[in-house]
Nanobody
């Protein structure tokens, strides 16, 4: 199991940027995949993007070209750089980790992102 702590959420105007961080309780070097989900009020939780131990990234169509996943193995931290934020991007963002390809998903506590003028 991995403990995950997100940070970096807050209030941003439409078109603005935020960078979320997710600090893990252990080395992330060999963690199979780490990802970000978000959940807006009244909506289902959705996958925003993920990054594998090999650095392969995936993104939801709604954020492609605007969001970037990255990882710093030395700091046991993954990041989600969010640019050109839209009002519909307002949600609680959760960091996740799947240690092995068949393992369960561990979740952070979430960080609130508000996009409003």
């Amino acid at each position: 199991q991995v403990q995950l702590v997100e940070s970096g959420g807050g209030l941003v105007q439409p078109g603005g940027s935020l960078r979320l961080s997710c600090a893990a309780s252990r080395s992330i070097f060999s963690i199979y995949t780490m990802g970000w989900y978000r959940q807006a009020p009244g909506k289902q939780r959705e996958l925003v993007g993920s990054i594998t131990s090999g650095g392969r990234v995936t993104y939801a169509d709604s954020v492609k070209g605007r969001f970037t996943n990255s990882r710093d193995n030395a700091k046991n931290t993954v990041y989600l750089q969010m640019n050109s934020l839209k009002p519909e991007g307002a949600a609680v963002y959760y960091c996740t980790a799947r240690v092995t390809s068949f393992g369960k998903l561990d979740w952070g506590q979430g960080t609130q992102v508000t996009v409003s003028s």
